[in-house]
Nanobody, 125 residues
Framework: QVQLVESGGGLVQPGGSLRLSCAAS????????IGWFRQAPGKEREGVSC????????YYADSVKGRFTISRDNAKNTVYLQMNSLKPEDTAVYYC??????????????????WGQGTQVTVSS
């Protein structure tokens, strides 16, 4: 059974940090392009970051560039999203997703085959 499970969300003050994890079961993550998305109440799901399967290239939305870092640990079959200098506007449910081939539009939800259930991130004082 193919499954993605996110963890690491929570409540953090502005300027703080969190590290999200995306653990896979039923398939090997390093063969897939992995994206992180987020969805705030009343807003569409948006692409945050992506790491390719072929060469480990990374991509970021402009809103998180310089603050978030995506990485993968193939031995643990896990992808991480390190989030620093968090802002209230980063508050959302964060999802990881897996896509089976490389694409240009990594930020489009339809380019992904498998999704996790999401983890809540709340940035507030």
């Amino acid at each position: 059974q193919v499954q993605l499970v996110e963890s690491g969300g929570g409540l953090v003050q502005p300027g703080g940090s969190l590290r999200l994890s995306c653990a896979a079961s039923g398939f090997t993550l390093d063969y897939y392009r992995i994206g992180w998305f987020r969805q705030a109440p009343g807003k569409e799901r948006e692409g945050v970051s992506c790491i390719s399967s072929s060469d480990g290239s990374t991509y970021y939305a402009d809103s998180v560039k310089g603050r978030f870092t995506i990485s993968r640990d193939n031995a643990k079959n896990t992808v991480y999203l390190q989030m620093n200098s968090l802002k209230p506007e980063d508050t959302a449910v964060y999802y990881c997703a897996a896509g089976s081939y490389e694409v240009v539009a990594w930020y489009q939800t339809y380019e992904y085959d498998y999704w996790g259930q999401g983890t809540q991130v709340t940035v507030s004082s």
